[in-house]
C-alpha cells in the first residue's frame, strides 16, 4: 500500500462520478481501477476527462485501499485503487466497430477483421495466454523426456496425407513446385535415419481441403519420432505428453493408461473408428438369431450376408411421435428403415413383431438382456451401412436423449487398424494412414486377402473426436518397396516421389514410429470452445480467406512474369 506506481495500458472503462473520475486500465495481465481526483492531481483529472474507449495512457500514481464497500471481488486486484498524480495519453483509438467489454460475442467476421481489437477482450487474451503456455508445457516435458526439437522446411516435396497440397511456384526452376507440408513425415523419418533418436516439432500443417468448423487449411501439429521404439512405446510416451496437457490446461488429475479399443470392435459396436465413450449404447448384433427367419426384410438381408444390428435404450418412456422422429431420423441419415420395439411384461411389442417366431423373440431378449420399458431400436442392412447408419444413429440418441456426460474427458485409443482400405473412387487400395506404415507383420510377397492386413497404427480419441494418430513405420526398404507395389505405386514412380527417403532407408535406417497430435483440436476442446478458429491467432474462414490482411490476393504482373505465370480466365 502506497507505493507509487507507474503503469501503461488500454482505457477499458471510464466512469465520471461528478468529482472522480475511474478508469479501468487494462493489460495482458488484468485490470487496475485508476482514480482521477481534482485535489490529488488537477492537471491528470482535467485531461481524463478527454480520455476514451481504449486510447493507450501511462499513469503515475500511488497505491490505496479502495474504501471498505467498495472493493471488487471478481477482480483480483479488486481491493485496490492508484490514485493518479499524472497521466499521459500515448495514443488515441478511434470509435470500435464493437464494444470490447461485454460479454456477448461480436460478429465472426469483425472480430476476424479487427483480430487485434477482438484479442484484447480478456476472454480471448485468456486463450491465447493459454495457448502460449501450452506449448511451453510440451516443450518442456518432451525436452525433459530426451526429446530435440528440429525443424523441417516449409519449401518441400509433397507428403501423402490425403489432402491437396498447396503449391509454390519456384523462379529458380521455372515450371517446377515446392509443396507446402501436409505434415513433416519424411522428414522425420529422415531424423530418425540421421541419429535424433527422439525428435518433436511444433509444427505448421498445411493442407487443401473444403473447411469446417474444425478444420483450417493451416494448423498446427504437436509432431513427434522415435527411435528403436514399438507401438506400445509410442503409446506411453503420447500418454505421458496428454497427462502433461491436461493437467496444466484444466487442473485435474487424469487416469493413464487409456482404454485401447481394436479398430474392429470400435466399428462393429460403435459404427465409427473413433468412438464417442461419453455415453455407452453400443450396437448389439443380432444377425445369427435370423438365420432361419420368415420375416422378408431380414431373410434378404440374412441372405445376402449383410447384418442386423439393435441398439437398447434403457429406462426411457418414449411416446408414438417419439419413435416416429428416430425412424425419420434414421432415414434421413440414408437408412432404408428402422425397426422399433418395446419391451413389455413378457413379450416384444413392434409393428412387426407379428412377422417373427416366438423363438426369435425370445432370442432378441435373451441377447440384449431387455428389461420391461427398454425401447430397441433395429437395422438390417449390409455390414458397412448397418455400422455406418446405426453408429450415427447412436449418436442422435445421445443428444436427443442427453446421454452424452459432457463434463467428461473420454480418452480412448482406438488400435489394430486395417493397413489398406479399398478406394472407389481410385479403383484400388490406398494407406489407411500413410504408405510409410508398417504392417502387423511382414507384407513382402504377400498375396492374401488385402482387408485383413493388419497395420501398427494408433489413434488417440477424445469425446469422439480424432486428435492424433500415428505409426510404427517401414524402416526397411524391401518392406516400404513392398507397400508401394500393395498400393500399386510402380518403381519409378516410388523412387521419383520417395526416392530420398527409400535411400535414406538403405543406410542403416533404425527402427522407428511416431505420432502428431493436432494442437489446435486439442485446445479447443481442453478449453471448451465451439471452433477452431477461436484458438488459432489469426484463423481463415470457411473459404480460406484472411480478413484481417485480406489473403489471399492477386499478385502483381511482375511477380507473374519472373514466374513465367500467365493466369486465364475462368
Ligand atoms: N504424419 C501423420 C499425420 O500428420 C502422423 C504420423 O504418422 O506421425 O497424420
Known amino acids: 500500500m502506497d507505493r507509487d506506481v507507474r503503469l501503461a495500458g488500454w482505457v477499458f472503462r471510464r466512469r465520471d462520478h461528478g468529482g472522480l473520475i475511474f478508469v479501468d486500465l487494462r493489460d495482458v495481465t488484468g485490470i487496475v481501477q485508476i482514480v482521477f481526483s481534482p485535489e490529488i492531481a488537477p492537471d491528470a483529472h482535467a485531461s481524463a476527462h478527454d480520455i476514451k474507449q481504449e486510447y493507450v495512457i501511462r499513469v503515475e500514481g500511488k497505491v490505496s485501499r479502495r474504501p471498505e464497500g467498495t472493493e471488487n471481488t471478481n477482480i483480483p486486484t479488486g481491493e485496490i485503487e492508484v490514485y493518479a498524480t499524472k497521466l499521459d495519453v500515448l495514443n488515441t483509438c478511434k470509435p470500435l466497430p464493437f464494444q470490447l467489454e461485454e460479454d456477448e460475442e461480436p460478429n465472426e467476421s469483425l472480430r476476424l477483421k479487427y483480430r487485434y481489437l477482438d484479442m484484447r477482450r480478456p476472454q480471448v487474451q485468456k486463450i491465447f495466454t493459454e495457448r502460449s503456455r501450452a506449448l511451453q508445457v510440451l516443450r518442456s516435458y518432451l525436452v525433459s523426456q530426451g526429446f530435440f526439437e528440429i525443424e ?6 509433397s507428403t501423402p496425407e490425403g489432402a491437396r497440397d498447396f503449391i509454390v511456384p ?23 535415419v540421421a541419429g535424433f533418436n527422439r525428435y518433436f516439432q511444433l509444427v505448421r500443417c498445411f493442407r487443401d481441403e473444403d473447411l469446417r468448423a474444425d478444420r483450417q487449411p493451416e494448423f498446427t501439429q504437436l509432431d513427434l519420432e522415435m527411435s528403436f521404439v514399438d507401438v506400445d512405446d509410442v503409446i506411453a510416451l503420447s500418454e505421458g505428453v496428454t497427462k502433461e496437457l491436461v493437467e496444466a490446461l484444466r487442473g485435474d488429475r487424469l487416469e493413464t493408461p487409456f482404454v485401447r479399443m481394436d479398430y474392429d470392435e470400435a466399428m462393429e459396436r460403435y459404427g465409427t473408428d473413433k468412438p464417442d465413450l461419453r455415453f455407452d449404447l453400443p450396437m448389439v448384433e443380432l444377425t445369427d438369431t435370423f438365420t432361419n427367419t420368415g420375416f422378408g426384410v431380414f431373410k434378404k438381408i440374412v441372405g445376402e450376408g449383410g447384418a442386423i444390428k439393435a441398439i437398447v435404450l434403457k429406462g426411457r418412456t418414449l411416446s408414438r411421435k417419439d419413435l416416429d422422429d428416430a425412424v425419420d431420423s434414421a432415414k434421413g441419415m440414408g437408412s432404408g428403415g428402422l425397426i422399433w420395439m418395446r419391451k413389455e411384461a413378457d413379450k416384444l411389442a413392434s409393428p412387426i413383431v407379428k412377422f417373427l417366431s416366438e423363438q426369435e423373440t425370445t432370442g432378441i431378449i435373451e441377447r440384449l438382456g431387455v428389461q420391461e420399458g427398454d425401447i430397441l431400436f433395429i437395422m438390417a442392412d449390409s455390414r458397412a451401412r448397418v455400422n455406418e447408419l446405426m453408429g450415427r444413429f447412436r449418436l442422435y440418441l445421445g443428444a436427443k436423449y442427453d446421454l452424452i456426460q459432457k463434463d467428461q474427458f473420454r480418452f480412448l485409443w482406438v488400435v489394430n487398424f486395417p493397413l489398406l482400405e479399398y478406394s472407389e473412387e481410385e479403383k484400388r487400395y490406398v494407406a489407411r494412414h500413410h504408405p510409410f506404415t508398417s504392417g502387423m507383420h511382414s507384407i513382402i510377397g504377400y498375396s492374401g486377402d488385402y482387408d485383413t492386413i493388419k497395420a501398427k497404427a494408433y489413434d488417440l480419441v ?9 505409426s510404427i513405420r517401414n524402416f526397411r526398404s524391401d518392406e516400404q518397396m513392398a507397400m508401394f507395389q500393395l498400393l500399386k505405386i510402380s518403381d519409378e514412380q516410388a523412387v521419383e516421389q520417395f526416392g530420398f527417403l527409400l535411400e535414406a532407408l538403405e543406410m542403416g535406417a533404425p527402427p522407428h514410429g511416431g505420432i502428431a497430435f493436432g494442437f489446435d483440436r486439442m485446445l479447443m476442446m481442453l478449453m471448451n470452445l465451439e471452433s477452431i ?10 473459404k480460406g480467406t484472411c480478413l484481417l490482411s485480406g489473403a489471399p490476393a492477386r499478385v502483381s504482373q511482375k511477380q507473374l512474369n519472373e514466374l513465367k505465370i500467365r493466369t486465364v480466365k475462368e
Open 462 to 470: 477424445l469425446n469422439g473426436v480424432e486428435i492424433g494418430g500415428g
Open 170 to 192: 519456384s523462379r529458380l526452376n521455372l515450371g517446377q513446385f515446392y509443396a507446402l507440408p501436409q505434415s513433416p513425415q519424411l522428414f522425420k523419418q529422415i531424423l530418425m
Open 533 to 542: 478458429r477461436d484458438v488459432i491467432p489469426f484463423p481463415k474462414t470457411q
Open 152 to 157: 523441417t522446411p516449409f519449401l518441400t516435396k
